[in-house]
């Protein structure tokens, strides 16, 4: 016998139970978003490498270490998305779409890092993001961290997270800053790790980052960067923080979050759970307001963020904050196959003529009472039996599953109006 195929470590299978998790998410940001008057955007699995290489910068460790990148048929190079936020800038620019226009655009889809497997972070991973670009002011800033904090409250989460603020300030008072950072740990050089050592002169910022419990006593002793924001940032902070105040969206100032991406400046937030582990960031984003310029397109502010679908369906899984993946209303039992042909039909008129009802039919044959198993394994609220009596006279058995409730024989003709009227009860 073959050996059997598995699949890549890191990619994983989502399994029925775990879909309806993900769907749940998915189409309540999809909601959430629309209310708010974000359009959709579909973008490419696969770029340019350069288009990462230029925007995530070279010393970071998706660059260096992360991406899936490969010579396509022509030599050229090519990457597996790692993030959403440089293919969405590309797009909106080669598309025309920021020729004096603001934008509010969303997107969801897979994105590909290799990095170690654990819980909460695998190497194809699902994302929800929203871009906007166009609007330089705090306000937009205030509607995506709101924005956020509704669909948590739409998910049953918003006592599971808790929000993250911090400003990154321009990049003449990040370069500032920078000098700073590298002459404080360049003083405590003995005591950085490897990956910080690596960091000190290309990206000190990430030093701010690190998980390691070594390095925590130093980093808290380093420069705060809130105190040396210059006053167009502190200003835009500021407003910031009244605007949330208003709504409010209590949140935590927090000093020590930075952005591993070089393009982030200025607002940078965070959705934490203490609920996962280790992997405890639901969602993230900030300002970008160089990277469209960077990438050949006019200056123009943008804003966004991106959110972990599997992170967010591990939360909701261990809050138990959604109900099961919605079960059939009815399961059509077929006593002898020779009514397979009727069965199928029937159940084809009843989504007819009921909108919205789940209607399973058994096939593959079987007992009348394993049948019947399966219909109650289904979850269904009322099996349909269709057996050689019910097909000659041109009726049908409506047995309910989930109450203790005597079965009615219905004519097929009156069987949807009547069917819609126990669903609806």
Same mark, same amino acid.
């Given at each position: 016998?073959?050996?059997?195929?598995?699949?890549?470590?890191?990619?994983?299978?989502?399994?029925?139970?775990?879909?309806?998790?993900?769907?749940?998410?998915?189409?309540?940001? %999809?909601?959430?978003?629309?209310?708010?008057?974000?359009? @959709?955007?579909?973008l490419?699995?696969?770029?340019?490498?350069?288009?990462?290489?230029?925007?995530?910068?070279?010393?970071?460790?998706? +660059?260096?270490?992360?991406?899936?990148?490969f010579?396509?048929?022509?030599?050229?190079?090519?990457?597996?998305?790692?993030?959403?936020?440089?293919?969405?800038?590309?797009?909106?620019?080669?598309?025309?779409?920021? *020729?004096? &226009?603001?934008? %509010?655009?969303?997107?969801?889809?897979?994105?590909?890092? =290799?990095?170690?497997?654990? &819980?909460?972070?695998?190497?194809q991973?699902?994302?929800?993001?929203?871009?906007?670009?166009?609007?330089?002011?705090?306000?937009?800033?205030?509607? /995506?961290?709101?924005?956020?904090?509704?669909?948590?409250?739409?998910?049953?989460?918003q006592?599971?997270?808790?929000?993250?603020?911090?400003?990154?300030g321009?990049?003449?008072?990040?370069?500032?800053?920078?000098?700073?950072?590298v002459?404080?740990?360049s003083? *405590?050089a003995?005591?950085?790790?490897?990956?910080?050592?690596?960091r000190?002169?290309?990206?000190?910022?990430r030093?701010?980052?690190?998980?390691?419990?070594?390095?925590?006593?130093?980093?808290?002793?380093?420069?705060?960067?809130? @105190?040396?924001l210059?006053? @167009?940032?502190?200003?835009?902070?500021?407003?910031?923080?009244? /605007?949330?105040?208003?709504?409010?969206?209590?949140?935590?100032?927090?000093p020590?979050?930075v952005?591993?991406?070089?393009?982030?400046?200025?607002?940078?937030?965070?959705?934490?759970?203490?609920?996962?582990?280790?992997q405890?960031?639901?969602?993230a984003?900030?300002?970008?307001?160089?990277?469209?310029?960077?990438?050949?397109?006019?200056a123009?502010?943008?804003?966004?963020? !991106?959110?972990?679908?599997?992170?967010?369906a591990?939360?909701?899984?261990?809050?138990?904050?959604?109900?099961?993946?919605?079960?059939?209303?009815?399961?059509?039992?077929?006593?002898?196959?020779?009514?397979?042909?009727?069965?199928?039909?029937?159940?084809?008129?009843? %989504?007819?003529?009921?909108?919205? +009802?789940?209607?399973?039919?058994?096939?593959?044959?079987?007992?009348?009472?394993? &049948?019947?198993?399966r !219909?109650?394994?289904s979850?269904? %609220?009322?099996?349909?039996?269709?057996?050689?009596?019910?097909v000659?006279?041109?009726?049908?058995?409506?047995?309910p599953?989930?109450?203790?409730?005597?079965? &009615?024989? +219905?004519?097929q003709?009156?069987?949807?109006? =009547?069917?819609k009227n126990?669903?609806?009860?």
């Amino acid at each position: 016998m073959p050996q059997a195929i598995q699949a890549i470590r890191g990619m994983n299978d989502i399994l029925p139970e775990q879909a309806a998790y993900f769907r749940f998410v998915e189409d309540s940001a %999809r909601a959430v978003l629309g209310g708010y008057g974000y359009s @959709e955007i579909r973008l490419p699995v696969v770029e340019k490498t350069e288009l990462f290489a230029r925007t995530l910068g070279e010393v970071t460790d998706i +660059v260096e270490k992360e991406m899936y990148t490969f010579l396509d048929r022509n030599g050229d190079s090519l990457t597996l998305r790692p993030e959403g936020t440089a293919g969405c800038a590309r797009a909106a620019i080669e598309n025309g779409l920021l *020729h004096n &226009q603001a934008q %509010r655009l969303w997107y969801q889809g897979p994105m590909f890092r =290799h990095e170690r497997p654990q &819980q909460g972070r695998y190497r194809q991973f699902q994302q929800i993001g929203a871009e906007t670009f166009g609007m330089a002011g705090p306000d937009i800033d205030a509607e /995506l961290i709101l924005l956020t904090a509704r669909l948590w409250r739409v998910l049953g989460l918003q006592d599971s997270v808790v929000l993250h603020l911090n400003s990154l300030g321009t990049q003449q008072a990040r370069n500032a800053y920078r000098a700073h950072l590298v002459e404080y740990f360049s003083a *405590h050089a003995d005591r950085l790790d490897e990956d910080s050592r690596r960091r000190l002169h290309a990206n000190p910022l990430r030093i701010l980052d690190s998980k390691n419990p070594a390095m925590q006593t130093l980093i808290e002793g380093a420069p705060r960067f809130l @105190e040396m924001l210059d006053d @167009e940032s502190r200003q835009h902070f500021a407003a910031l923080r009244a /605007l949330l105040d208003a709504a409010g969206l209590r949140y935590v100032v927090n000093p020590r979050l930075v952005r591993g991406l070089d393009y982030y400046g200025k607002t940078v937030f965070e959705w934490v759970t203490d609920r996962l582990g280790a992997q405890g960031t639901v969602c993230a984003g900030g300002r970008y307001d160089v990277l469209v310029e960077e990438l050949g397109g006019r200056a123009t502010p943008a804003a966004g963020f !991106a959110m972990g679908v599997e992170r967010l369906a591990a939360l909701l899984a261990e809050s138990g904050a959604m109900p099961p993946a919605p079960a059939p209303h009815l399961y059509v039992v077929i006593q002898d196959e020779r009514f397979a042909q009727q069965g199928l039909l029937l159940a084809e008129a009843l %989504r007819n003529d009921i909108p919205g +009802v789940r209607v399973q039919v058994n096939c593959g044959g079987g007992s009348f009472k394993s &049948q019947l198993k399966r !219909a109650d394994k289904s979850g269904a %609220r009322y099996a349909i039996l269709l057996g050689e009596d019910e097909v000659a006279r041109g009726e049908a058995t409506i047995k309910p599953l989930r109450e203790d409730q005597p079965q &009615q024989i +219905v004519a097929q003709a009156a069987l949807a109006g =009547h069917l819609k009227n126990l669903i609806e009860e």
